[in-house]
């Protein structure tokens, strides 16, 4: 999910070239004060031109406490919008009057109802400990992302000093992604803040974030798209054995069996169904290549 400050139209032009599943068109840290109503002139011009494209577009707006909420998604809520980005997602009330607001704009413009979906950011330590309310706040509610930067800086610490092994952020992935695994939803790791040219930086932590259960990443920089990608597309590998495990699994029970034996390994149930959701994942990821052209 690639970040795009709604003020530059460059920028969001060049974004419609990438290979990013989904555009986040920012009205919050990355437009000055200044340039708020630009970029929400710039971003409802840009929404329908995503859409064309098969691009999934948020937006993301300011935060609750700015007062600014509202102006953001009288102009971002229209037909071809996915859904809106919720910056210090801290309780489950936050979500309940976002999806107040957004209720009253679709039902306003005569869009489908429920049709704007919710991404609530995690950036602060609130928001980590009541992860599941707000996984749980609404039906609007796709996934659960989290954001690193502003999380340390909640616990007093500098992002730009943390350990390569990133211990200090380890239990709240770990929280958003089995608050997201619980509510049936996605959890979004948080953008990569290291420089722009450390690929195998941004490759580390997004393995690690894909060992961790996220199913996707945050990106801020458009060379960022294709290294997270790859990390977490299953390899062909993975995907050969995964339909292994299901034919094996498959003939078992029709002779009657609850387990069966895969090249020396037991394959029961549990592992059967891991089997099928990943091949499910790469169906979906097909799909969406096959959308973008």
Do not use: C
Request: charged share 30%; net charge neutral.
């Amino acid at each position: 999910m690639l970040f795009v400050p709604g003020n530059n139209w460059r920028m969001i032009e060049r974004a419609k070239k990438e290979n990013e599943d989904a555009v986040i068109l920012d009205i919050e840290d990355a437009v000055p004060i200044g340039e708020k109503e630009t970029a929400r002139w710039f971003i409802k011009d840009a929404i329908p031109m995503f859409s064309a494209a098969s691009i999934d577009t948020f937006v993301r707006v300011n935060s609750p406490a700015t007062g600014l909420i509202s102006d953001d998604l009288h102009f971002a809520v229209q037909q071809d919008l996915t859904g809106i980005v919720l910056p210090k997602s801290e309780s489950r009330a936050d979500i309940v009057r976002l999806d107040r607001i957004i209720r009253k704009e679709e039902r306003i413009k005569r869009i489908k109802p429920r049709s704007v979906a919710i991404l609530p950011l995690i950036e602060t330590a609130r928001g980590v400990l009541n992860a599941q309310d707000i996984a749980e706040a609404s039906k609007r509610v796709v996934a659960l992302a989290f954001g690193a930067a502003d999380y340390m800086r909640d616990l007093g610490r500098s992002y730009i000093a943390m350990s390569e092994t990133e211990t200090e952020i380890l239990y709240a992935r770990s929280r958003l992604a089995l608050a997201s695994r619980v509510a049936g939803i996605p959890a979004v790791d948080t953008p990569f803040f290291g420089l722009t040219i450390d690929e195998k930086g941004l490759v580390r932590q997004a393995m690690l974030a894909a060992q961790l259960g996220f199913k996707g990443k945050l990106v801020i920089h458009p060379g960022h798209v294709d290294p997270v990608n790859q990390v977490f597309t299953p390899s062909k590998e993975d995907v050969e054995q995964s339909k292994k495990i299901m034919e094996a699994y498959e003939e078992a029970a029709k002779r009657g069996l609850g387990a069966a034996s895969l090249e020396g390994r037991m394959i029961d149930y549990a592992t059967y169904e891991m089997a099928k959701e990943q091949l499910l994942f790469v169906e979906a990821i097909e799909n969406r290549r096959k959308n973008r052209g």
